[in-house]
C-alpha cells in the first residue's frame, strides 16, 4: 500500500517554456500533498502544500506564480513550472499523506533539465 | 541550532555489523518521527516512524525514541551492501500542520 506515482519521471525542455508534473496516489486518498525540491547533494526543500480542493500553501520564498500547484482530487496534484530557466532544474519530488495518518509517502521524483 | 540535525557522515559499518544512525531537533514540542532512506539518484522511501518513547522494532530496524533528550535513533542490523544510502530523520513539528522538517541526512556505507 501507500504508492505514489509521478509523470514524467525525466523532462528536459527549453528555456522559457511551462512544464506540468503530475503526482498520483494510487492505493488511498490524500488529503495532503507536497512538492519539494532537491538540488545535488542538498536535502530536500519544502516548495509547498495542498490540500484537495484548497488554494495550496507556499514556503517562503517560493514564487507561487512560477510553480502552479493544483489539487483537484484526493488522487491528483500538478505542479507546472512557468517560464522555466536553467536555474529551475532539479529533482522535484512530490509526497502524499493519506487522511487521519502522518506518514508521509513518496512519489519517485521527475528530474527536470531546462536548456 | 539547526531544527534538525544529523551527522552527514560518512558512517562506514562492516558487513553484518550494527549501524546506528542518530538524530537531534530542536522542538520539544514535536510529536511524529521519521526515517527515510534515500537512494542516490531516488526518492526518499519511508522505512521507519516512531510516535511516542521507547523502541519500535520492524525487521532488522528498530527506531527509539527519547523525548526529553529531544533525541531519536534508527538501528540498523546485520547490515548488508544493500543498505548503503542516506538516510533522512524527518521531525513533524508541533504547530507545523502535517509539513516535515528534514535533517540533511547520514550517508551510511555497508563494506564487504
Known amino acids: 500500500g501507500a504508492v505514489v506515482s509521478q509523470h514524467p519521471s525525466r523532462v528536459i525542455c527549453k528555456s522559457g517554456t511551462s512544464v506540468k508534473i503530475e503526482c498520483r496516489s494510487l492505493?488511498?486518498?490524500?488529503?495532503?500533498m507536497f512538492w519539494y525540491r532537491q538540488f545535488p547533494k542538498q536535502s530536500l526543500m519544502l516548495m509547498a502544500t495542498?490540500?484537495?480542493?484548497?488554494?495550496?500553501?507556499?514556503e517562503q520564498g517560493v514564487e507561487k506564480d512560477k510553480f502552479l500547484i493544483n489539487h483537484a482530487s484526493l488522487t491528483l496534484s500538478t505542479l507546472t513550472v512557468t517560464s522555466a530557466h536553467p536555474e529551475d532544474s532539479s529533482f522535484y519530488i512530490c509526497?502524499?499523506?493519506?487522511?487521519?495518518?502522518?506518514?508521509?509517502?513518496f512519489g519517485p521524483g521527475t528530474r527536470l533539465t531546462v536548456t | 541550532q539547526k531544527e534538525v540535525e544529523q551527522n552527514s557522515g560518512p558512517l562506514s559499518v562492516p558487513e553484518g555489523a550494527i549501524a546506528s544512525l542518530n538524530c537531534t531537533y530542536s522542538?520539544?514540542?514535536?510529536?511524529?518521527f521519521f526515517w527515510y532512506r534515500q537512494y542516490s539518484g531516488k526518492s526518499p522511501e519511508l522505512i521507519m516512524f516512531?510516535?511516542?518513547?521507547g523502541d519500535k522494532e520492524d525487521g532488522r530496524f528498530t527506531a527509539q525514541l527519547n523525548k526529553a533528550s529531544q533525541y531519536v535513533s534508527l538501528l540498523i542490523r546485520d547490515s548488508q551492501p544493500s543498505d548503503s544510502a542516506t538516510y533522512l530523520c524527518?521531525?513533524?513539528?508541533?504547530?507545523?500542520?502535517?509539513?516535515?522538517?528534514f535533517g540533511t541526512g547520514t550517508q551510511l556505507k555497508v563494506e564487504l
Open positions: 509526497s502524499a499523506r493519506g487522511t487521519g495518518t502522518n506518514e508521509q509517502y
Open positions: 492505493d488511498f486518498q490524500a488529503t495532503t
Open positions: 495542498s490540500n484537495e480542493g484548497s488554494k495550496a500553501t507556499y
Open positions: 522542538d520539544r514540542g514535536s510529536q511524529s
Open positions: 516512531i510516535y511516542s518513547n
Open positions: 524527518a521531525v513533524n513539528r508541533a504547530g507545523g500542520g502535517n509539513k516535515l522538517t
